[in-house]
Each structure stands twice: as C-alpha cells, then as structure tokens.
C-alpha cells in the first residue's frame, strides 16, 4: 500500500482544513488507517484512526470534538477533517496504514506511511 497525504497549509487560528490520504493497491479496505504528526524534535504525536471499514474511530483527548476522521473504500481516500483550529496543531501530518482491520495509537503498529502535509496554524 502506497499513501499520498495532501490538505496541508496556512490557516489562522480557529479556522478549518481538511487533510486526505489517497491510497494505492486494492487492499487498502483491509487495513485500518491512522493520522500522526509530528514536529521537529518532538515524538511523533497519534491524532486519530479508523478501522477497515470505518465502523470505529479513536482520537486522541486533545482533538476530540474538532477532529473527525472518514474514510471512503471505493475512492481508496482517508480524510481528516480539521476545525477550530489552534496554533498548537502546527506540525507535520502523516497517514498510515495498520497491518490489521483494528487501529492502534502506536505509530511502530503502522506499516505503510506516506509523505506527510504539512500545517501551520498562526496566532
């Protein structure tokens, strides 16, 4: 499975963006999709993931109620909607692909990553 994230940009605080992960191969509906980021000399940080079929969702305390993470197993994309926005959320947003139908917060579960977007919230 190859992943493209793409969305990323300048936004002031309090405004909105909305990330997508387009994925490549057939099998892509199998795995369940996760949403990191990371900052430079900083962890990379879960945001969010979805199971195989979009059933279940998981986000991390900080994002809940302004993330919401979909996904659509036809058109092999994974988006990441992003609202009220906060400075804090500046970083480098990458996509992810857990080897099973069941997500994990931990990016070493994550097999496939694409090249991440980047996002930059200003004050």
């Known amino acids: 499975v190859q992943l493209q994230a793409s969305g990323g940009g300048l936004v002031q605080a309090g405004g909105s963006l909305n990330l997508s992960c387009a994925a490549s191969?057939?099998?892509?509906?199998?795995?369940?999709v996760g949403w990191f980021r990371q900052v430079p000399g900083k962890e990379r940080e879960f945001v969010a993931a979805?199971?195989?079929?979009?059933?279940?969702?998981y986000y991390a305390d900080s994002m809940k109620g302004r993330f919401t993470i979909a996904r659509d197993n036809a058109k092999n994309t994974v988006s990441l909607q992003m609202n009220s926005l906060k400075p804090e959320d500046t970083a480098v947003y990458h996509c992810?692909?857990?080897?099973?139908?069941?997500?994990?917060?931990?990016?070493?579960?994550?097999?496939?990553w694409g090249q991440g977007t980047k996002v930059t919230v200003s004050s």
């Open positions: 992810a692909a857990h080897p099973s139908k069941c997500y994990s917060t931990e990016s070493y579960e994550y097999d496939y």
């Open positions: 979805i199971s195989w079929n979009g059933g279940s969702t």
């Open positions: 191969g057939r099998t892509f509906s199998r795995y369940a």
